[in-house]
């Protein structure tokens, strides 16, 4: 049993919820066009279930007896997930965004979840279970806007 490779890609796990966090409310903010009202709502509920796993993913870590990231210097260095750009975007720009980070980020899990299960590292593999679930449901939300 070894968890330093589950640490390590839990402090990722974080910094990519939480770029995905900021990202799908920087869309609620600024979507327009026929389906602001549809998505500016649905990214909203989105953006509340990933605070919550953020969260969760920080108090994994800390029941490991690790220090959690919390700043968004780490969180830069450490994601996979791209920032919005500052520019305008469409609403197509931002489903096929979300569509592809939530993807991405359900097969990454997949991996984590395997490497936490080898490793008997039990909290990670009830977190893993239920961001996979989450992002898989999301990527649908988001991708059954498309026109
Ligand atoms: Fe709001």
């Not at 890609?9 to 869309?27: D, G, I, P, S, V």
């Not at 920080?58 to 997930?81: C, D, M, Q, V, W």
Request: charged content about 25%; cysteine-free.
């Amino acid at each position: 049993m070894n968890t330093t490779g589950v640490i390590e890609n839990l402090k990722k796990t974080l910094a990519e919820e939480y770029t995905l966090q900021t990202k799908t409310q920087n869309y609620h903010w600024n979507i327009e066009g026929p389906l602001f009202y549809s998505l500016h709502k649905l990214f909203e509920a989105q953006y509340g279930e990933i605070s919550e796993y953020v969260d969760s993913t920080a108090e994994t870590l800390r029941a490991l007896n690790t220090r959690a990231p919390g700043s968004f210097t780490e969180f830069k260095t450490l994601s996979s997930i791209q920032e919005a750009p500052a520019d305008k975007q469409s609403a197509g720009q931002m489903i096929e965004a979300l569509t592809s980070d939530h993807t991405k980020l359900a097969a990454a899990f997949k991996e984590r979840l395997e490497e936490a299960e080898e490793n008997q590292v039990t909290n990670a593999v009830t977190l893993y279970e239920d961001l996979i679930t989450f992002h898989e449901k999301a990527a649908w939300m988001i991708r059954s806007h498309r026109s």
